[in-house]
């Protein structure tokens, strides 16, 4: 495998070359301790064909280099074509051997009908009751199946019902982590409930003033041993993780990924029933629900630790601000970092909305002055960076010849660092020049004044990124380094100001705000300094994906989302049963999407496709 290939960023699917029906479900990858995956046929009907085990070593891209370090989950879609005889089925799914630890994985991938599978190899599947018109729904990537849960309390309320089992008797210890998007915090909302009359166990869930924790119980009578839900602070209409652990002592909490300071202490152990478990209402008292989206929800046996929680929500070290805007509307802007670096997204206008790489992003008009479309991010100790620090975003410019902040914390007497591109020819910058400001005692002038950096071009998306080591700042532009550097001594003074996207909002002045004009998408900030292959890693792995795979005209049309001015290949692979490694090679030109290319998806015709009897997986590589 050549070195592009295994660098690369690239989306995937497998799949039978026949003429049978296609359809996306992303399924996420096993934890790095499960190296062998099994494939069964319609796994979620009443009968189970026997797994063919499947080795599968995993690095960056597709396939994984054995002994590389787990990343962050990828969507890959598996298709019909384990055997001749299964071809008729619309889909073929990844099923994991039981896990260590985890007792339920429920993943609402179905996207439909009432049975919801368990993906822990348990066997705690559950039935979905009282279902609604928008119960299915989709989930925070835009495309993966959620349950919808409408709060409506009774015997009407809907929700999930798993069968009592033993691994569901939970004693010693145990951990809950789910994906939620509430739409409403302000109510008693179990998400992981297991209680009934004389058979309280265990409660997962929101409650009051949007808090969420723990209820667990000793002897299985009411009151609750313990009562702890009054942690964090979660809000509605924003994607959320949660998570809570026991470990037979002392109760934690972590919001997206990040330890909370409240702990309580229960000596357990947790009392035994055969109630069965509820997800989305308290069943069998039926007298409160949950509201909002479920995403995924998971339970263990023991007590996940720190770094357990933070790889559940994909934590980068030193993250501590990843604002995709993949929101699609609304104000609510969310921070996927796990630092919990929420934003609100003021003075929006009908067009600030708009199509990013893979989902949605902002576009700012360049108004300057207090009408300004901005995001405010609220001051917090996260955010206070002083030895090192990277920015990186996408952006496409429609004025490269302004001051354009991408991302600023800035005030009067408060400057502390601003990134951005500037292209203002009056202070001998040049157009579509970019960089950064930094400060190391709060007061103009700028201590460092680095912004006349590269070309940036206008109209195109293009990858920014610039690094502070604590000495030099080094500047990135489409993954590849830029040769000028500046030194720096630091540190960068502490800032209350909040963060802005888009303005440097704290100048309240038409004459002294400015704004950038243009398309943002996937700002990112750092409180280390990200190494080269880091940054280049960041601008291969944008997010965009197969959105479609159809036979057509005797062979596989294959379509993707795309980024205008970017090259691609389409590159081919049949499984190789020994050891599951493919080898994959190009089955396609480098094909150049043109710079003022409009549609969001591009498509690529393989001809010889239906040709080949065997299962093919496909890959899509972005190209430097």
């Known amino acids: 495998m050549s070195s592009r290939q295994e660098s690369a960023c690239r989306s995937m699917l497998r799949i039978r070359p026949r003429p049978v029906e296609a359809s996306l479900c992303p399924l996420p990858f096993p934890p790095a301790h499960v190296s062998r995956w099994a494939v069964l046929a319609n796994p979620r009907a009443v009968f189970r064909v026997a797994p063919i085990p499947v080795s599968i070593e995993r690095d960056e891209g597709w396939p994984r280099r054995v002994g590389a370090a787990p990343k962050p989950a990828k969507n890959i879609t598996m298709k019909t074509g384990c055997f001749p005889a299964l071809s008729l089925l619309a889909g073929v799914a990844l099923a994991f051997p039981a896990r260590a630890g985890v007792v339920g994985h ?135 993780h949660l998570a809570s652990t026991w470990d037979g002592s002392v109760v934690r909490h972590y919001l997206n990924g990040v330890l909370l300071p409240q ?42 630790g720190p770094e357990e929680i933070r790889t559940l929500v994909g934590v980068k070290p030193g993250l501590v601000g990843h604002w995709s805007f993949d929101e699609g509307g609304g104000t609510q802007i969310r921070d996927d970092s796990g630092a919990g670096n929420h934003g609100v997204l003021l003075n929006p206008t009908g067009d600030t909305w708009t199509r990013g790489l893979a989902g949605g992003a902002l576009y700012f008009d360049g108004t300057l002055g207090p009408g300004a479309a901005y995001v405010s991010v609220p001051d917090a100790p996260s955010l206070h960076i002083a030895a090192e ?66 070309a940036v071009p206008q109209g195109q998306w293009t990858h920014l990124a610039t690094t502070w080591d604590g000495t030099t700042v080094r500047h990135y532009m489409n993954g590849d380094a830029l040769p000028q550097t500046r030194a720096f001594a630091g540190p960068i003074r502490f800032s209350d100001a909040f963060l802005s996207i888009g303005v440097n909002s704290l100048y309240t002045f038409a004459a002294n705000r400015t704004a950038f004009k ?102 899509i590589e972005l190209l430097p």
């Open 263 to 304: 702990t309580a202490s229960f000596a357990g152990p947790v009392h035994v029933s055969d109630n069965p478990l509820v997800i989305g209402a308290n069943s069998p008292f039926d007298n409160t629900a949950f509201k909002g989206v479920l995403g995924e929800a998971r339970l263990y046996n023991h007590a996940l």
């Open 389 to 454: 620090i990277s920015f990186a975003a996408w952006v496409r410019c429609d004025d490269i010849g302004r001051d354009a902040p991408i991302l600023a914390k800035e005030g009067e007497g408060r400057l502390s660092y601003w990134f951005g591109t500037f292209g203002l020819t009056s202070t001998g910058s040049s157009p579509g020049n970019f960089g950064t400001l930094l400060s190391n005692d709060g007061n103009q002038p700028w201590n460092l004044m680095d912004r006349d950096q590269g």
């Open 106 to 240: 429920w993943r609402f991938d179905e996207g439909t009908g009432i049975a919801i599978h368990d993906a822990s190899g348990n066997g705690n599947d559950g039935v979905l009751v009282n279902p609604k018109a928008g119960t299915w729904t989709t989930g925070m990537d835009g495309i993966s199946a959620a349950l919808r849960f409408d709060g409506i309390p009774g015997a009407g309320a809907t929700r999930v019902t798993i069968p009592d089992s033993p691994s569901l008797h939970l004693t010693t210890a145990l951990s809950f982590a789910v994906w939620v998007r509430p739409d409403e915090v302000g109510r008693d909302a179990p998400l992981l409930d297991k209680e009934g009359t004389g058979q309280a166990c265990y409660w997962f869930g929101l409650f009051g003033s949007g808090n969420f924790g723990v209820l667990l119980d000793a002897d299985g009578n009411m009151p609750w041993t313990i009562l702890d839900r009054d942690q964090g602070s979660v809000f509605p209409g924003l994607w959320t």
């Open 518 to 619: 243009g398309a943002i998408d996937d700002v990112s900030l750092y409180n280390r300094a990200l190494g080269p292959a880091e940054v280049r890693a960041l601008y291969r792995a944008h997010p965009f994906r197969i959105t479609a795979v159809q036979p057509e005209s005797g062979g596989i049309r294959i379509a993707w989302s795309c980024i205008a001015g970017r090259r691609y290949v389409v590159q081919a692979a049949t499984l190789a049963t020994a050891g599951g490694q493919w080898d994959f090679t190009d089955i396609s030109a480098p094909i150049e999407i043109p710079a003022d290319y409009v549609p969001s998806t591009f498509e690529y015709q393989d001809a010889s496709a239906l040709q080949n009897h065997d299962a093919r997986l496909y890959r």
